[in-house]
T-cell receptor, first 111, second 113 residues
């Protein structure tokens, strides 16, 4: 079982809609959780970090963490065409270990 | 520097040639990660350092791959006797401490011909 799982997509939403991206991880001891955005031909860019159960909001982005169910999600409100990218979930599986990435979910926002 | 810097940005190597890829992390960042990213895939973990100590190299695909960070700052990923399957983007990231937010460099695109 892969340690960090994401649906590859593509996820297609119309402009102005809410995009919901999901990620599950295998290790209950995981400590830190991150969402990165990657445009084609560019390197990953950090957009959200979350460390404790619940929601964390930053502008149009909300990260949600549920450690009991071992999932983390990212909601993008009022989606814009410029949000079209691949979204990568990354997890520190246990304290002192490396950051492991999922394969990413491709989001397409149509105008 | 202001961000993570990688060089070269692009490298074309003939099969069998040795290459060295450099990563200059954000000043003061103790953790440094190397990843390999194939087209359409997420970054695959290669190795990571805490200061000069290489704490995990489980992701290095073969003994042709070697990484070092001798003074706990700049890191070099070396690939010996390159093969076509080594063609990928190699990404470096650094973070202020273990578990903290990690920031990526621009990557090095390696093409083995």
């Amino acid at each position: 079982q892969k340690e960090v799982e994401q649906n590859s997509g593509p996820l297609s939403v119309p402009e102005g809609a809410i995009a919901s991206l999901n990620c599950t991880y295998s290790d209950r001891g995981s400590q830190s959780f991150f969402w990165y955005r990657q445009y084609s031909g560019k390197s990953p860019e950090l957009i959200m970090s979350i460390y404790s159960n619940g929601d964390k909001e930053d502008g149009r982005f909300t990260a949600q963490l549920n450690k009991a169910s071992q999932y983390v999600s990212l909601l993008i409100r009022d989606s814009q065409p410029s949000d079209s990218a691949t979204y990568l979930c990354a997890v520190n599986l246990q304290a002192g270990t490396a950051l492991i990435f999922g394969k990413g979910t491709t989001l397409s926002v149509s105008s | 520097g202001a961000g993570v810097s990688q060089s070269p940005r692009y490298k074309v190597a003939k099969r069998g040639q040795d290459v060295a890829l450099r990563c200059d992390p954000i000043s003061g960042h103790v953790s440094l990660f190397w990843y390999q990213q194939a087209l359409g895939q997420g970054p695959e973990f290669l190795t990571y350092f805490q200061n000069e100590a290489q704490l995990d190299k489980s992701g290095l695909p073969s003994d042709r791959f070697f990484a070092e960070r001798p003074e706990g700052s700049v890191s070099t990923l070396k690939i010996q006797r390159t093969q076509q399957e080594d063609s990928a983007v190699y990404l470096c990231a650094s973070s202020a401490s273990m578990g903290a937010e990690a920031f990526f460099g621009q990557g090095t695109r390696l093409t083995v011909v």
